[in-house]
């Protein structure tokens, strides 16, 4: 395979979702001018909306079916072996900076080297979310309304020395001896909702203030939200606060991937690099009654994706895709053939007939669930499918974007042409079946369902010193 560039840059956030909701949008102008030299994906989804099963599929290349990383409990372990393990064995030097949310950084996943790395704590994660059957009580949850406005976090100063030593190591003269694949991955936006002072300033948080949303009438969504009960925490001005410093870490965000894009400029690189920017996930702010992810709704489940580059015709596409793309596309810009990768190639042409999934399995939900997302004639559709005999989910995203009228009674046609779909991919109840399993194979090592209630709760993974 002839490689189509020497490098590539992919540089990742946490829980930025594609499009703002609750009043004046962040200026980005850096990732506005990546957007023009390159090509945004305006379809593009995440595998699942949570980090860690999330964050083993980009590495892998592969869905959670195929993963075995079903929650936040069961992280990446090296296998199977994606995108990182066939670069370096290829050739490429292959460096990660930043938070990779995987087992530990001993496991071989492919870099030969960690900067900053952060994994989950203590390399079991959070496995409280294992507990669905029943689902059981998960009371920190009011830090989320808390901790919000102005201020300095530790996640702050992290993203911060990322920024620094994948800049550092990009301007070194060292790189221009081998291709390379550098992999640069900050925490923002993800909550505490605090940014830094100067740049929350310069939003008011009036603008983005709102009473409490109702939950939607569905029964497993009434479970998650049961669980991640944030909203009962918040007031309509505590809201606009949070969401005025979730918009500032968007261009908190933004700077930081000026200063990387600035440094490759200075390398000299920039003209024989592919460069990628996207987020694990999306981020509900409060929509439909639910802050953070673990919904199919679009806020959460779907995501921003750019890719630019010599060569890249610019414009904007409406196919869907997945971040499981992101292996098959590193490869195949850096012409190295690999096999047994589930995504396809995002310098491919565009495929209109194509379908993606995405697949949750933990914290709040007692059944697996599983989006389907699909073009065709009649529009953009997306499906959800609850396991177990829990009702689905149906919404024409052209006529019906907030995605408020479930259309599973009224167009039986296209939820046959669903399933079908769905089920050309994937056995949904055998899939929801085998992760039950599997999990509980896992509370099991963990010590037992006490074991897991009686251990500490906590918010959000720490910023470094995880492992």
């Known amino acids: 395979m002839t490689a189509r560039y020497k490098n590539a840059l992919v540089m990742i956030c946490d829980e930025m979702a594609p499009m703002t909701a609750w009043g004046p949008p962040p200026a980005t102008p850096n990732l506005d001018l990546l957007r023009k030299r390159g090509v945004s994906f305006d379809a593009a989804y995440t595998p699942s909306p949570i980090c860690v099963p999330t964050r083993a599929a980009i590495a892998a290349g592969r869905w959670l079916h195929e993963t075995g990383c079903w929650s936040s409990a069961e992280p990446y372990d090296g296998t199977p072996q994606g995108w990182a393990h066939h670069l370096r064995d290829a050739g ?48 920190a ?133 592919l460069i990628l920017f996207t987020s694990d996930h999306g981020e509900m702010l409060g929509g439909k009654g639910f802050w953070g992810k673990s919904t199919m709704y679009e806020p959460s489940v779907r995501v921003p994706l750019i890719i630019a580059g010599a060569g890249i015709a610019q414009g904007r596409r409406d196919d869907p895709v997945s971040l499981i793309d992101i292996a098959p596309t590193l490869c195949d810009a ?60 149906l919404f024409a995203l052209d006529h019906d974007p907030d995605e408020t009228c479930n259309l599973i009674d009224q167009r039986p046609d296209m939820a046959q042409t669903a399933r079908d779909k769905l089920w050309s991919i994937l056995d949904p109840e055998a899939v929801n079946r085998q992760a039950h399993a599997d999990q509980a194979a896992r509370i099991a090592e963990l010590g037992g369902r006490e074991a897991i209630l009686a251990a500490p709760q906590w918010n959000f993974t720490p910023a470094g010193g995880t492992d």
């Open 92 to 139: 490429v030097e292959t460096a990660s900076f930043g938070k990779l949310h995987f087992r530990k950084a001993d496991d071989d996943c492919g870099f030969e080297s960690q900067t900053e790395p952060v994994h989950v704590v203590d390399g079991i994660g959070w496995p409280r979310g294992l507990l669905r059957r029943p689902v059981c009580d998960y009371d």
């Open 334 to 393: 850096l012409g190295v053939t690999a096999a047994g990768f589930s995504g396809r190639s995002l310098l491919s042409p565009p495929r209109p007939d194509r379908a993606v999934i995405s697949e949750y399995h933990d914290g709040g939900a007692s059944v697996g669930i599983t989006m389907l997302r699909w073009n065709d004639a009649g529009g953009r559709w997306k499906y959800v499918h609850y396991a177990e005999g829990a009702p689905a989910q």
């Open 141 to 273: 949850t009011a830090g989320i309304a808390e901790e919000i406005g102005a201020g300095e976090t530790d996640y702050l100063r992290f993203d911060r020395r990322v920024t620094d030593a994948s800049s550092a190591w990009m301007r070194d003269d060292a790189r221009k001896n081998r291709p390379w694949c550098a992999f640069v991955s900050w925490f923002s936006p993800h909550y505490p909702l605090t940014a830094p002072a100067d740049l929350f300033a310069q939003f008011d948080p009036c603008a983005y203030e709102s009473g409490a949303e109702a939950v939607p009438d569905h029964p497993i969504l009434r479970e998650i939200a049961g669980f991640f009960a944030h909203d009962q925490h918040f007031t309509p001005q505590s809201r606009g606060i949070a969401r005025a410093a979730y918009y500032t870490l968007w261009s908190f965000i933004d700077a930081q991937v000026g200063a990387v894009l600035d440094a490759l400029e200075a390398s000299g690189m920039a003209d024989e690099t």
